[in-house]
């Protein structure tokens, strides 16, 4: 499977992709197919619901600490993958914004409009979190200003949308725009900035540059040790992406090594069931896998599929991600029957969420086409090697193969065969 995150940049690109990153975003017209959920519509303008008397002042307008306290709680819930909870927490806090009357309302609107975003971003809801997307953006450069630090959240969460879309020719000017934002507004050692170079070490680890990589995620993790201490939740983030550079690179006992880190940090942090956990479990799998410690690998393959069909449901990117990985391991043991049927259910899941020209699709459909082979079914596997074809044509900037999976779900490509996971 396929899967990793890009928030990163290029120079070559940076004055030509500010002029027009705002109309690509706001006019995006590129036909990929979006899920939707039923009566979103409605929720994503704010739920109506009347404000209490604690909440309404003298003029009838919230009080700020209410939307705030909704915010943080949220957040907390969604550290915790309990998304029905934040989501109702983050959609109160979005009808208390819309009737908040004072002047920095445009600021804690942008802010809960970025929330609910990475909300239904986690829980694989990209046709939400895109309309969001577009009225944070569109209110935040009207009232905030270019160069307002959430109007740079913004920028980086539709980074991570399109990544999740497949889209990857548009992410590089937006996460341009928002690591040269961090810099000039907090300094070169934030942590906000860690996770701009973290996603830009992503991005040029997605485009094979893998020792300009590592040392942009050595730089985000010193950074982010510095700044918020040895055992903070963050550093999962850049751990996996690290372990991830070193697998890449062949570097495999290294790599073993950060995963194992990234997972302490989770455990003590989010616990062992966070869908983040299922994440590291399937990159860590994978290594399992091609070194041959296919019995390891089937168990936290296993335990990956637990967490995520727990969590984030039956129809979601990383259940799928696991499912064609545990195809892969089926395939590689010689057991053609049951990887076949693994390969139809992850391929299921994909068609129903995934845009049409999604490059995880091309490689599901390839890997399958590889199964059919040595079950000498030929013609079968030409239909889906002609159907992976098509589908990379359609979308050459999503000519990835081989990829690990990242934290924050999006992906990166290895280049390697035998490090897929």
Same mark, same amino acid.
């Given at each position: 499977?396929?899967?990793?995150?890009?928030?990163?940049?290029?120079?070559?690109?940076a004055c030509y992709s500010e002029v027009l990153l705002c109309q690509n975003v706001l006019e995006d017209k590129n036909g990929e197919r979006e899920h939707h959920n039923q009566g979103r519509g409605d929720l994503l303008r @704010?739920?109506?619901?009347?404000?209490?008397?604690?909440?309404?002042?003298?003029?009838?307008?919230?009080?700020?600490?209410?939307?705030?306290?909704? !915010? /943080?709680?949220?957040?907390?819930?969604?550290?915790? @993958?309990?998304?029905?909870?934040?989501?109702?927490?983050?959609?109160?806090?979005?009808?208390?914004?819309?009737?908040?009357?004072?002047?920095?309302?445009?600021?804690?609107?942008? &802010?809960?409009?970025?929330?609910?975003?990475?909300?239904?971003?986690?829980?694989?809801?990209?046709?939400?979190?895109?309309?969001?997307?577009? =009225?944070?953006?569109?209110?935040?450069?009207?009232?905030?200003? &270019?160069?307002?630090?959430?109007?740079?959240? &913004?920028?980086?969460?539709?980074?991570?949308?399109?990544?999740?879309?497949? !889209?990857?020719?548009?992410?590089?000017?937006?996460?341009?725009?928002?690591?040269?934002?961090?810099?000039?507004?907090? @300094?070169?050692?934030?942590?906000?900035?860690?996770?701009?170079?973290?996603?830009?070490?992503?991005?040029?680890?997605?485009? @094979?540059?893998?020792?300009?990589?590592?040392?942009?995620?050595?730089?985000?993790?010193?950074?982010?040790?510095?700044?918020?201490?040895?055992?903070?939740?963050?550093?999962?983030?850049?751990?996996?992406?690290?372990?991830?550079?070193?697998?890449?690179?062949?570097?495999?006992?290294?790599?073993?090594?950060?995963?194992?880190?990234?997972? /302490?940090?989770?455990?003590?942090?989010?616990?062992?069931?966070?869908?983040?956990? /299922?994440?590291?479990?399937?990159?860590?799998?994978?290594?399992?896998?091609?070194?041959?410690?296919?019995?390891?690998?089937?168990?936290?393959?296993?335990?990956?599929?637990?967490?995520?069909?727990?969590?984030?449901?039956p129809e979601h990117d990383v259940t799928a991600a696991c499912i064609e990985n545990l195809a892969e391991l089926n395939s590689k043991q010689e057991r053609h029957s049951e990887a076949e049927r693994l390969y139809q259910q992850?391929?299921?899941?994909?068609?129903?969420?995934?845009?049409?020209?999604?490059?995880?699709?091309?490689?599901?459909?390839? !890997?399958?086409?590889?199964?059919?082979?040595?079950?000498?079914?030929?013609?079968?596997?030409?239909?889906?090697?002609?159907?992976?074809?098509?589908?990379?044509?359609? !979308?050459?900037?999503?000519?990835?193969?081989? =990829?690990?999976?990242?934290?924050?779900?999006? =992906?990166?490509?290895?280049?390697?065969?035998? &490090?897929?996971?």
């Open positions: 499977m396929n899967w990793l995150l890009h928030i990163f940049l290029c120079s070559s690109l @704010g739920t109506g619901v009347p404000l209490t008397p604690a909440e309404a002042g003298a003029s009838g307008s919230p009080d700020l600490s209410s939307i705030e306290r909704l !915010n /943080a709680q949220a957040i907390r819930y969604q550290d915790k @993958g309990q998304y029905l909870q934040a989501e109702q927490l983050l959609l109160q806090a979005l009808t208390l914004c819309e009737q908040y009357r004072q002047p920095d309302q445009p600021m804690i609107l942008v &802010t809960t409009l970025n929330h609910l975003a990475r909300l239904y971003y986690d829980e694989g809801k990209y046709a939400e979190m895109k309309t969001l997307l577009r =009225r944070a953006l569109t209110i935040g450069e009207k009232t905030l200003g &270019t160069e307002d630090l959430e109007v740079a959240v &913004t920028l980086e969460n539709f980074g991570y949308l399109y990544v999740a879309q497949g !889209n990857y020719a548009k992410v590089q000017p937006l996460l341009l725009r928002a690591l040269r934002v961090r810099e000039k507004k907090l @300094g070169p050692d934030h942590p906000d900035v860690a996770t701009s170079l973290s996603n830009w070490g992503n991005l040029l680890l997605s485009q @094979g540059k893998y020792a300009e990589a590592e040392k942009l995620q050595r730089r985000a993790l010193l950074i982010r040790q510095k700044a918020l201490g040895p055992s903070h939740h963050d550093l999962a983030f850049t751990m996996n992406r690290l372990a991830q550079v070193c697998q890449l690179q062949g570097r495999f006992t290294e790599a073993k090594d950060w995963y194992g880190q990234a997972i /302490a940090v989770l455990e003590k942090t989010v616990g062992t069931e966070h869908p983040e956990m /299922a994440v590291v479990l399937i990159n860590l799998a994978g290594l399992c896998r091609h070194q041959g410690r296919y019995t390891e690998s089937l168990t936290l393959y296993q335990q990956a599929l637990a967490i995520s069909e727990k969590y984030l449901g992850a391929l299921a899941i994909q068609e129903k969420i995934l845009p049409s020209d999604h490059p995880d699709l091309a490689e599901t459909l390839r !890997n399958y086409a590889a199964l059919l082979r040595k079950m000498k079914r030929k013609s079968e596997a030409s239909a889906l090697d002609a159907r992976a074809k098509a589908i990379l044509a359609k !979308n050459p900037s999503g000519r990835i193969a081989d =990829r690990t999976i990242d934290v924050r779900a999006l =992906r990166v490509g290895s280049g390697q065969e035998g &490090t897929k996971q």
